[in-house]
């Protein structure tokens, strides 16, 4: 049997040539401080791997490599764009995915798994960030970049009426091409595990009361605030970061 080959070139962010507006609508989104942003790239920048015709099993050997960065490319354009270089610029490890590309993946256990490689993340810390990343990842593709409400599942037959929305928001070309960003900052003390989506955001009052178990929605971010040091929802609720200790 042939092994999938990974179809992946390497390059270089600087900071210096990112605008000075961008890296400042970077840090807002993703809740930063504009010099953290600006100051976090070496000078000879962080190196990434842009990636083509991705699967599972190439996306898993991708993430092997010890790179900072692995951006999917859109098939139809061959560049990356200044948010998604300013965004990786200031992380430890930075993972941008399309909607149709990684509803098909276990996109969370690639992420702990390449963490666990780099010795960040212990097995003992593990269960609860997988669960918790799993948890924004969902929220980030099916309620931002496809725009399926959890309020559906009350319906009739709501869970048959909940995929079917999101099989046919996965027929809309540009739902399909929305982008997941998955990212991470450490330290010696706390690891910052941050999912970023292209959806039309949400009311952050409509997030359920920190012991409200019974909540028709919002029902991930109480299994976050109880694993996590502490949650931070940017950008409308398009960023979700779980700060957790090491």
């Not at 190196?47 to 960065?69: H, M, N, V, W």
């Not at 593709?141 to 959890?150: E, K, Q, T």
Request: proline content about 4%; aromatic content about 6%; overall charge negative.
């Amino acid at each position: 049997m042939t092994r999938s080959r990974i179809i992946a070139r390497p390059f270089c962010v600087v900071a210096d040539r990112i605008p000075a507006s961008v890296k400042g609508e970077v840090a807002s989104r993703l809740g930063l401080s504009v010099a953290s942003v600006a100051g976090t790239v070496a000078p000879l920048g962080a190196e990434a791997l842009l990636l083509s015709d991705i699967s599972g099993e190439t996306l898993e050997q991708a993430l092997r490599q010890p790179f900072t960065g692995y951006v999917e490319l859109d098939g139809d354009n061959d560049t990356v764009d200044d948010g998604v270089l300013a965004a990786l610029a200031t992380q430890c490890f930075y993972l941008s995915l399309t909607t149709a590309t990684a509803m098909g993946m276990r996109s969370a256990v690639l992420v702990c798994d390449a963490l666990h490689e780099r010795g960040v993340l212990s097995k003992a810390r593990r269960p609860n960030i997988e669960l918790c990343l799993h948890e924004a990842v969902a929220n980030a593709l099916v309620h931002g970049n496809l725009g399926v409400p959890s309020s559906v599942k009350a319906q009739p037959e709501g869970y048959k009426l909940f995929s079917q929305l999101i099989h046919d928001r996965l027929e809309d070309a540009a739902a399909r091409r929305r982008r997941v960003e998955i990212f991470a900052r450490w330290d010696d003390e706390s690891l910052v595990l941050g999912v970023a989506d292209q959806g039309g955001g949400f009311d952050l009052a409509c997030l359920p009361a920190k012991n409200d178990e019974n909540a028709p929605s919002g029902r991930g971010f109480l299994f976050m605030r109880e694993l996590t040091t502490s949650v931070n929802v940017t950008d409308g609720g398009r960023c979700t970061s779980m700060c957790f200790p090491v």
